[in-house]
């Protein structure tokens, strides 16, 4: 059941496409999409710069001078010209024979844009242009387009994302899944084999202590883990300003069991390094 879930959660996983205001300069990333989506449900993402000016008077000015109103009313055109272009879009998905939604996003840095929406909206599959058609070429292989760069250097590792150019695939970048994964399976063998052996009252301790703390991880510290007696100690180590321990006895614990602590515990360390190294 568990497999066919997640085989399910596979086929239903949507990918995004990255268009711009101009269909017919972007209809080739989109119609690749389409071609490669194996049944995939199609999102169209389109990352608004609204207008820093605004015409007014037969001139341009900048928007922070002109009235709310006036600000108001040519933002809802800027939008719903946007939504005439996604609408047409979508229309081709439709003609194609694939299902597609729309989503757009306003930021003033479109490369930006893109990498925030990988985050926010924890994608996984993903396409882009790697330059503009007029740049495509047989030989080409490297990403000319600075946004192409940037997203393929700044978006999650989670992510796959085709690079593509006047219908070509140029590049990809694979998602680097495998420790997410890893780390799934640890957490539900530690369901399995972990939790039927530690006290209740532990349990509870360790529960709060995660309350306090969403970046603590745990050390394995007793340097006769495996002794004859078969007891093993895991220590909590706080990161903040509290640098007291707090340890769990593990006593009679099975040598699989506690392998398996180890594992988890380097494979968690070694995730939070990543995701602190984002944050900063």
Request: with cysteine; charged share 25%; aromatic share 6%.
């Amino acid at each position: 059941m568990e497999e066919e879930a997640a085989s399910n959660q596979i086929l239903d996983e949507k990918i995004y496409v990255a268009v711009g205001r101009n269909v017919w300069k972007n209809i080739s990333n989109l119609l690749w999409a389409l071609k490669n989506s194996q049944g995939n449900k199609i999102c169209i993402l389109h990352i608004h710069q609204p207008s820093p000016t605004i015409p007014l008077l037969g001139t341009r000015f900048e928007a922070s001078t002109v009235d709310e109103e006036s600000l108001r009313a040519y933002r809802e055109k800027e939008k719903a010209k946007i939504d005439k272009i996604l609408q047409k879009y979508l229309s081709i998905c439709l003609y194609k024979g694939v299902q597609a939604e729309k989503l757009c996003i306003e930021m003033d840095s479109i490369g930006k844009g893109i990498v925030e929406t990988i985050y926010q909206h924890r994608i996984r599959k993903f396409v882009m242009g790697a330059a503009a058609d007029k740049h495509y070429s047989m030989k080409m292989e490297d990403l000319k387009s600075k946004k192409a760069n940037f997203v393929n250097q700044q978006a999650p590792a989670t992510c796959q994302i085709h690079f593509t150019c006047k219908g070509n695939l140029i590049h990809t970048r694979e998602a680097r899944v495998d420790e997410v994964r890893a780390l799934s399976v640890l957490l539900s063998e530690f369901q399995r084999l972990v939790l039927p052996q530690i006290s209740s009252g532990s349990l509870e301790e360790a529960a709060s202590l995660n309350g306090q703390s969403s970046r603590s991880s745990m050390d394995i510290i007793s340097s006769d883990a495996f002794s004859n007696t078969g007891r093993a100690e895991v220590t909590l180590s706080q990161h903040q300003d509290d640098s007291s321990s707090q340890v769990f006895s593990c006593r009679g614990m099975r040598l699989d069991v506690i392998n398996f602590l180890i594992k988890s515990t380097l494979l968690w360390q070694k995730l939070t390094i990543q995701n602190n190294e984002h944050s900063e």
